[in-house]
């Protein structure tokens, strides 16, 4: 009974499952704001804890979440439930307030000010203390690891960067090296960096508010604990030697076969879709995917700007709202071609390896 | 009772402290502005702000781990050794023969503990709406100090010179080769040519830059040592000391108009 | 005394206060060419500093094993197989098929993780992210974007197998039909 409820989750499990699945759950979720209540996270934590109790009985995933390098992540994904639950908690607190007409959580002191001695460095002064705890009952009980010395002639089956780029490593299944690893990263920083040099609106800064700041929200949300902290997850969990992918409950099989057959776009429509071969040209032969990579970044800023973004055109003037428009664009990216490589076996949109150049 | 009183007539005890007991709203103001450390902070400071539920105390935590992290990488410096040949044993000997031996965890755990809590530090930040105008430069302070993070734990990785430590640095470096145009497999690298001479290859390239070779090796390991210990430890000092000065000249903990 | 409106004027290229008496006197606009010609020289210091700094990054000698080896004998290597036995020190294989002899660099072309020949499945495979490569080196499963590359690879004049690893022929480039990427015997 229990080893085929272990069989039939470990066969639906796959990427594409649990990104449709975390996608949902978050729509969903910023929908109702029941979601956000202390008995929902009541809720929230006794099935986590549950799904978890139940799942350390079985061998094969004691083995991977015991490993004693991946106690943070566990810690990380609890961390960030909780505290996405307690910011949004407080937002959709305040937005009720403002509805009532009464003062926000963050506008109730009595003394609008008061002294750093004793009220800041007493909490100062406790959090260290606790941190300290913490850190040194941590250390004292799990070994930090180490494993067989270097060798460079000999890879070990499952080499994994360092849990916090493992998002990075899952983008390279869907993207080349000098994507995944260059490009990414840096439209990463740098479209942190431009946050505040979009979103400029002094209205909604110093308190927790969902209402006022939904659309901030939602893209940031997506961002950071999808398309950031679920792939790192994913990566820890459920990828094992040779970035395999592999079920909860499922053994971690050096040996695992996985067929890969991708095909790129330009094999798709002159091979497959018009029945002649490749066109020898790299410029003809690509010229599709090109088209679509352009079209891609510039016809929805434009249909936009004049349909449903009309408001922020008009609001952040032409060079914020393409800057803003290229961000966006350029996260959704990953997800699509996600989904292209799943549903379609689509390799690469652009393909040029005379020239190291594929998307 | 007494006893602390009479120690506090001590010339010795006023020589250090300057103000009496921090009961009264003056000397309150000088407990804080009269001490080196405490002046980071203003005086008074909005109620609302420093409440627990407001910032999680997440800022403040990144800082502290930042100074465990250095005490203790302090401490580890005196006995492992950068190259090829001992740094592996070195972590070994740290590992198993000093009795009462945390340190090197504490390092490890204490790592990544302060990339979890930088990044949940700019997710409150991003929460409370507190990088819009007038904090948009202390947010990309903070971006820095959020890459300079995870770059001083990268470089750390490589330290204990495991087939971990080796191949994930492999992996994550290969990545340079990639870099458009400094790579020698980026992107239009192959354009750039002399004739018959490839202007950027393996012996120049990005990657080269970073592992100061062809292959992660001893060069590697004493170049990444350095940038951990000192480079971006410097560095990340200096933008710290922005971060915090911004806070206050921005004027200090954001909060509701 | 000076101030910004006054530089700019004398930028703009004109007019100079009359000096009143004759005692030799720096002049404004004598001032101001020595000012320009330390700001370049600054400049230039500052730049070649930094440069130094930046190539001072990229290091002379490396202590790495040799670009250039001999391998010994082609008789030594058996027909259809793949010899793995400098894969450890020089990080190449060595390939016979019939009377043809290749040497192929084992780095991955994804990200440089060192595949695995695995003689009963005869495919090289990547451990990190699952690329295979067939014994000719041709990519065919994973995310490798191309075959593995190939050294040059000749005679020596004592009959032994010279590999030269600092030239690589790669295949989706037509460099594999260069006569000095294979040998035959
Ligand atoms: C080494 C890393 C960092 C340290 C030690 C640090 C420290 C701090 C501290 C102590 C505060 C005071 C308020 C609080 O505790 O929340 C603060 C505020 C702030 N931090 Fe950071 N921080 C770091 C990284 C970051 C990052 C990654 C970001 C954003 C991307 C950021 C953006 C800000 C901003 C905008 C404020 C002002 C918030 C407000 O006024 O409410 N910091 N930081």
Known sequence: MIDSLKELINSISSPSFFLTLSIILLGVSLYFKQFWTRRSLGIAAAISGGLFLFSVTDENFREIVAKPDNLPIIALLFLVGFFTWLSLHLAFDNDRRKAAGEPILEKQETLPKTFVWPDLVYIEFIALIVCTVVLIVWSVLLKAPIEEPANPADSPPSTKAPWYFLGLQEMLVYFDPWIAGVVIPSIIVLGLMAIPYIDRDVKGSGYYSFRERRPQILVFLFGFSILWVFLIILGTFFRGPNWNFFGPYEFWDVHKVVLMNNVNLSEFIWVRGMGIGLPRNWLVREIFGIVLLLGYFAVPPYLLARGWFRSYYEKLGINRYLLMMFLLLSMLALPIKMYLLWIFNLKYIVSIPEYFFNI | ?257 | MWNVGSFLRVEKGFQMAEKSDSKPEITRRGFLSWVRAGWIAFTAAAATGSLSAFRFMFPNVLFEPPQIFKAGFPSEYADGMVDTRWKEKFRVWIVREGNLIYALRSVCTHLGCTPNWLSTEEKFKCPCHGSGFYISGINFEGPAPRPLERVRISLAEDGQILIDQTQIFQQEKGQWSNPESFLII
Not at chain 2, 36 to 60: A, Q
Not at chain 2, 127 to 142: C, D, H, I, L
Not at chain 2, 237 to 245: D, E, N, P, Q, T
């Open chain 2, 1 to 257: 009772m007494k006893k602390l009183f009479t120690v506090k007539n001590t010339q010795i005890w006023k020589s250090i402290f300057r103000h009496g007991p921090p009961e009264d709203r003056r000397n309150r103001s000088l407990a804080v502005l009269a001490n080196v450390f405490l002046h980071l902070h203003p005086v008074k400071v909005r109620s609302s702000s420093i409440r627990l539920r407001y910032t999680w105390c997440m800022g403040g935590l990144t800082f502290f781990l930042f100074l465990v992290l250095t005490v203790t990488g302090i401490l580890l410096m005196f006995y492992y050794r950068p190259t090829v040949e001992y740094a592996y044993g070195d972590i070994i000997d740290l590992r198993e023969q000093v009795p009462l031996g945390a340190m090197r965890e504490i390092h490890r755990w204490g790592a990544h503990a302060m990339v979890i809590s930088v990044w949940l530090h700019m997710f409150r930040v991003f929460m409370t709406g507190s990088y819009k105008p007038p904090r948009e430069f202390n947010w990309v302070v903070g971006v820095l100090l959020l890459v300079l993070t995870l770059l001083l734990s990268f470089t750390g990785y490589l330290l204990p010179w495991d087939q971990l430590a080796m191949w994930a640095v492999t992996v994550g470096s290969n990545m340079a080769r990639a870099t458009p145009l400094m790579g020698t497999e980026g992107p239009g690298t192959a354009l750039l040519v002399l004739g018959d001479v490839k202007l950027v290859h393996a012996g120049n390239d990005a990657r080269f830059f970073l592992l100061a070779g062809r292959f992660v090796g001893a060069a590697t390991l004493l170049r990444f040592y350095v940038l951990h210990c000192i480079a971006i430890p410097f560095v990340a000092s200096i933008l710290m000391a922005v971060h915090f000065w911004r806070i206050r000249k921005d004027g200090g903990i954001s909060g509701p108009l």
